[in-house]
């Protein structure tokens, strides 16, 4: 599993020496991973000259598309300005399929449901979901779209592009967090998913974004077109 899209695999890189190493991955949660930390030790108390070798084979995982459920309506935001997080997964896909016409616009992603009449204009202006000086915000309602012009919202067209995934963590921590504090502060009683929508144009083919777990780890996350 390479979610990154890292040259070569790569997970970690160290100096010649082997005392200097800088690590991505968490080696506390596999078994293996433990070697680094023995290393580490004996470095300190025998005065090893290099880390212990690890070699793990690469793990492979299927990932399919989940069934979404249904949502009273859905939030988008997206930022006004250079979105970075979106720039470098746009780089990564166009280097890893070849194909320099992909497109991609990210937003954070609420589904929301509960009672939900008459509730879209105080999502807009309560200030917990997005900021109007660097944030637009969209909410689809059925086939219905609006977004904000300053905390007033207006008819629009879907911001969306040719194919859509949404990418969700399975154990929503955020989403729970936030249902607790709209009914705490704003009195809403709402259920709330959270998530990050990407939304693609361009030549891609579904199959291989599946493949590359470059928009979730299939470990602790799903993804739904």
């Known amino acids: 599993i390479n979610p990154n899209g890292s040259r070569g695999n790569l997970a970690a890189v160290c100096n010649p020496k082997g005392n200097v190493m800088a690590m991505m991955p968490h080696p506390e949660r596999i078994e293996n991973g433990q070697k680094i930390f023995e290393s580490l030790h004996a470095f300190f108390e025998k005065g090893c000259s290099r880390p212990t070798s690890i070699t793990t084979p690469p793990e492979t995982m299927e990932t399919n598309f989940q069934k979404k459920e249904s949502f009273n309506f859905e939030l988008l935001i997206a930022l006004k300005i ?16 070849g194909k320099e016409n992909i497109v991609l616009q990210r937003y954070i992603w609420w ?3 509960g009672n939900t009449s008459d509730v879209m204009e105080k999502i807009a202006s309560c200030g917990e979901f997005f900021n109007e000086n660097k944030e637009i915000l969209h909410i689809r309602k059925g086939e219905k779209w609006e977004k904000n012009e300053g905390k007033t919202l207006v008819q629009a067209k879907s ?10 963590e399975n154990d929503d921590v955020l989403g729970e967090e936030k249902s607790l504090l709209l009914k705490k502060h704003h009195h809403l009683d709402l259920s709330l998913s959270s998530g990050v929508l990407w939304s693609f144009s361009g030549d891609i083919d579904q199959k291989e ?4 777990h470059l928009l979730g780890n299939p470990i602790t996350s799903g993804l739904y077109q």
């Open 82 to 97: 250079t979105d970075t997080t979106e720039k470098t997964i746009q780089a990564t896909a166009r280097r890893l399929f």
């Open 111 to 113: 589904g929301i449901s």
């Open 159 to 168: 911001p969306l592009q040719d194919f859509n995934i949404i990418a969700r």
């Open 209 to 212: 974004i599946l493949k590359s």
